[in-house]
């Protein structure tokens, strides 16, 4: 399908519904960004014990794996709007809980990672059924440009959440959940702007069968299946980020300062690619592309682990940025074009699983081969796999690398 010149790039925010979507998803990835740097400092402040981060971190990834898959079959049944909202009214009201217990003084530790749960649930439902939401709202022609539009939204929020969550905590952890509170209050003002009606699609009943149907869907369709699986593969192969703060210390030799630049770099080229196919789309050879990105990925990590240079260092980690997008947005697309409305909640829900089960899998990869190879050859070794992995991909899903055109198939 054309995409009309009137539709593309920056444009598609003049159109009222997905202007509305933008806000609520820049408000919400912010509100979170925010609250992940609080939750960790003020758990740290009041345990003093690296133990209770990492338990944090686990309460935040735990319902993913427990709700994913009957996530995907709720937001192939009821109405997507409803669910997010509801889904956010939850974490809203979670944070304000923070927010009063912070200000009052009752807060505890126990209490922190009971709400911390209980906002990984109510995420696990509210992210999968965003990317889906985004297909009622624009046209399936615009959808790869409106899928860069996005995601430069959450890469910006990436970027500007920890440091603002950082600077409002200096006036106290609840300045800093009262404020996150009130954007995800925010963005459920701007979802209920949304004039375009989500009805609820006819699905089967809830059992497991019908739960695992998105896996079989998956399975049945090799290029979903490729997409999805590649990117796996790359993120837990080539990931590098839990490393950084050693990269800074003892190879480049910056302070703390200089480890938030090296965590922004990657956001930055990410922003600057998603607003580039925002505005210029990828128009033809869109499988080859794909997994040149992801190539390039891998090319990138080797440079910043053979990097000696903090300038080097921050510029392989932009383009290892600017190439990550590129996969994002061509699988978001792939994933949902190639999948009917019925099937859309469960598909992105599995697609939600195996990007949450990557990037966590990754970080303790990342830490493992460190310590039993050593820094650099282990990040050097991981870029070389994610190559690797990108031509051996290219061998067995032959229909992903000859995609054309990213063009709706069902």
């Known amino acids: ?33 925010m609250l992940s740097v609080a939750v960790g400092w003020q758990i740290y402040d009041l345990t003093n014990s690296t133990f209770y981060l990492g338990i944090a971190g686990l309460l935040q990834f735990l319902p993913m794996v427990l709700l994913m898959l009957p996530a995907g079959h709720v937001i192939d049944r009821y109405n997507r709007t409803l669910i997010i909202r509801l889904c956010q009214l939850s974490e809203g009201l979670g944070v304000f809980l923070l927010a009063a217990g912070s200000l009052t003084g009752w807060l505890t530790k126990e209490t922190i990672l009971s709400l911390v749960f209980l906002i990984g649930a109510a995420r696990t439902f509210e992210m999968p059924c965003m990317q889906v939401l985004l297909t009622g ?14 995601a430069s939204s959450s890469q910006t929020a990436v970027i500007a959440g920890p440091a603002l ?6 006036y106290g952890p609840g300045i800093v959940f009262a404020c996150v509170s009130g954007l995800y209050f925010l963005s459920i003002f701007f979802l209920g702007r949304i004039r375009k009606k989500q009805e609820a699609v006819k699905s089967e009943k809830p059992d497991l069968r019908s739960a695992l ?10 290029v979903i299946l490729g997409a999805i699986s590649l990117d796996l593969f790359a993120v837990l192969l080539g990931g590098a980020t839990a490393l ?5 210390r003892k190879i480049l030799l910056v302070g703390p300062a200089g480890l938030g630049l090296l965590r922004s770099a990657p956001a930055v080229g990410s922003v600057l690619m998603a607003l580039f196919l925002a505005h210029r789309p990828l128009q ?61 909640g469960r598909v992105s829900a599995v697609n939600a699983l195996f990007v949450g089960t990557s990037n966590q899998l990754g970080e303790f990869e990342s830490g493992m081969a460190a310590t039993w190879l050593g820094l650099v050859p282990s990040v050097v070794l991981g870029g070389v796999a994610t ?5 051996i991909w290219m061998r067995l899903f032959p229909s992903l690398k000859n ?8």
């Open 1 to 33: 399908m054309q995409v009309s010149g009137e539709a593309k790039g920056f444009s598609l925010l003049q159109m009222h519904d997905f202007r509305c979507f933008w806000l609520s998803r820049v408000a919400s990835v912010l509100a979170y960004q």
């Open 137 to 150: 709202v624009v046209d399936r022609e615009v959808l790869p440009q409106a899928l860069a539009l996005a």
């Open 165 to 170: 969550g950082g600077l409002l905590y200096t």
């Open 213 to 222: 149907l998105g896996l079989s869907f998956i399975r049945s369709r090799p």
């Open 244 to 248: 950084l703060p050693v990269f800074a």
């Open 284 to 344: 033809n050879q869109v499988g080859r592309k794909m997994f040149l990105a992801v190539m390039v990925f891998g090319l990138a990590t080797i440079a910043f682990a053979l990097s000696t240079s903090f300038a080097l260092s921050i510029g392989a980690l932009i383009v290892l940025g600017t190439a990550d997008t590129i996969s994002v947005v061509v699988r978001g697309a792939l994933v949902q074009l190639n999948t009917p409305d019925e099937m859309r």
């Open 387 to 391: 190559v690797l992995v990108a031509l």
């Open 403 to 410: 995609i054309q055109r990213l063009e709706s198939n069902v």
